[in-house]
């Protein structure tokens, strides 16, 4: 018996046809969004694997830091105290006296070390308050003034810093913006800027999300990139003096806060910007 394929036949098969290549087609979609999302979720993992291992190394650094410090400070009074006692008794004496200058000197700066390390290492206890971004801001410009006016740096504000209110510890924030001020001023007063646009310093901040995000961004020389990689370990420094600490602690202020903070070079423009996400729960409390 012969079967005779029919035009409804033939157009209900080729329904089918394309009902199946529609099917394969939304399936290979489907697959290739798969796979993206697998990609995606992959390279979240990792780099939450490796935020987490950092997270052990800097919290094992951080015990050792914190009792070697705890050694050092109670020496360092006793050499400060000899060492003030002695500048006395040799304030004729031009020679000794420069070298007891030196002396309290080092003290000093080893202070400072061991304040930063203690910094660093101690349990930071957040006071989150709220603060009209503005004030936060312009007390930090207050405090870098004297670096700006030594290296001819001009800070400016965006409009929206006035607008913005948050609710943060806002010593610690202070600390962290007047420490990005300082490193950008130092960083363009190294260049030679002969020939370059005034030195320049711009501090502007949007909400967005349900956060605050606050850019620091200067036309200054910008990071090189084997430096970039490693500019919130503890200890890294490319200055000549330092304690490599100052960006590890601004670091670990903004981790306190749940946010993040990213430094990159500008684009198409020469300088580095560095970005503080914040997620802002509106404050139910200001200091003014």
């Known amino acids: 018996m012969t079967t005779t394929t029919t035009p409804r036949n033939l157009e209900d098969l080729a329904e089918i046809l ?3 290549n529609d099917v394969t087609q939304r399936l290979e979609q489907s697959h290739e969004r798969l796979q993206q999302e697998v990609v995606r979720l992959r390279e979240q993992l990792e780099q939450k694997n490796r935020e987490l291992e950092m997270k052990k190394r800097l919290a094992a650094l951080g015990e050792m830091a914190a009792g070697i410090a705890h050694e050092i400070r109670n020496p360092l009074g006793g050499i400060q105290l000899y060492a003030s006692t002695l500048a006395g008794e040799v304030s004729e004496k031009p020679l000794a006296r420069e070298l007891v200058q030196k002396i309290s000197s080092g003290v000093r700066g080893l202070n400072t070390l061991v304040t930063d390390m203690l910094a660093f290492a101690g349990n930071m206890q957040i006071d989150m308050r709220g ?10 410009i207050e405090l870098a003034q004297p670096s700006l006016t030594q290296h001819n740096v001009t800070v400016t504000t965006g409009e929206a810093v006035g607008r913005i209110m948050l609710n943060v510890d806002g010593r610690m924030l202070e600390r962290v913006l007047l420490n990005l001020l300082l490193n950008a001023s130092e ?3 190294e260049e030679n800027r ?5 030195a320049r310093i711009i501090i502007d901040a949007v909400e967005q999300d349900g956060a605050v995000v606050i850019t ?3 036309n200054g020389p910008g990071i090189a990139a084997e430096v970039l990689e490693r500019l919130f370990n503890p200890f890294f420094t490319t200055k000549h003096s330092g304690t490599g600490l100052g960006l590890a602690i601004v670091h670990r202020i903004i981790e306190a806060h749940n946010g993040t903070i ?6 198409n423009e020469p300088g580095a910007i560095f970005t503080i996400t914040l997620v802002n729960h509106k404050p139910s409390n200001m200091d003014v």
């Open 262 to 267: 990213t430094a990159a070079n500008n684009t």
């Open 216 to 218: 620091v961004k200067d």
């Open 131 to 140: 603060y009209e971004l503005e004030q936060i801001v312009m007390h930090a």
């Open 194 to 198: 002969s020939q370059k646009p005034e």
């Open 187 to 189: 960083a363009i007063a």
């Open 18 to 20: 394309q009902m199946y």
